[in-house]
């Protein structure tokens, strides 16, 4: 027995509309996504100086132990609360004397067992001596593992 069948012989397409619609969506990404324009340069001249400027190691140390105990300077003389406005000024003018006018930073580093209110008073005399001051601190991945 033989079937007949009334179906033609016809070539398959494949309809290309799903994949024009892809196409286009991922075109439309990239194009959104990228960078379009070039960055600019910024055309900067710089200023050159007459004089070779400070060095940026133009500090002046203060340090506060656990014990309450200032010591001011390179040398660090030890001193009171009461004469650290007065050992700051002498450092700063044999600093000027050295440098210029250039005014220096204070480094200042404070144990931290030290009394909260005893760190506030010698911070605030230092303020009123110097505009420039540093806080000297241990960043936490140091003092962890340290166990600190």
């Known amino acids: 027995m033989k079937f007949k069948t009334n179906l033609k012989v016809?070539?398959?397409?494949?309809?290309?509309?799903?994949?024009?619609d892809v196409i286009f969506l991922m075109l439309i990404f990239f194009i959104v996504t990228s960078d379009v324009l070039p960055l600019k340069s910024l055309?900067?001249?710089?200023?050159?100086?007459?004089?070779n400027s400070a060095?940026?190691?133009?500090q002046i140390l203060v340090v506060m132990d656990a014990?309450?105990?200032?010591?001011?300077?390179?040398?660090?003389?030890?001193?009171?609360?009461a004469s650290v406005k007065k050992q700051l000024k002498e450092e700063i003018e044999g600093f000027q004397k050295q440098y210029g006018k250039v005014v220096?930073?204070?480094v200042l580093s404070v144990d931290r067992r030290v009394d909260y209110g005893a760190f506030l008073r010698l911070?605030?005399?230092?303020?009123?001596?110097?505009?420039?001051?540093?806080?000297?601190?241990?960043?936490e991945e140091t003092a962890e593992a340290e166990g600190l």
């Not at 014990?67 to 609360?81: A, F, H, M, P, R």
């Open 10 to 20: 016809t070539h398959t397409f494949i309809d290309m509309t799903p994949l024009v």
């Open 43 to 51: 055309n900067i001249e710089n200023p050159s100086l007459d004089k």
């Open 67 to 81: 014990q309450n105990v200032i010591y001011v300077g390179s040398k660090k003389s030890i001193v009171d609360l």
């Open 104 to 106: 220096p930073t204070v």
């Open 123 to 139: 911070f605030s005399t230092v303020q009123e001596t110097v505009p420039k001051i540093r806080l000297v601190y241990k960043p």
């Open 55 to 58: 060095a940026m190691t133009t």
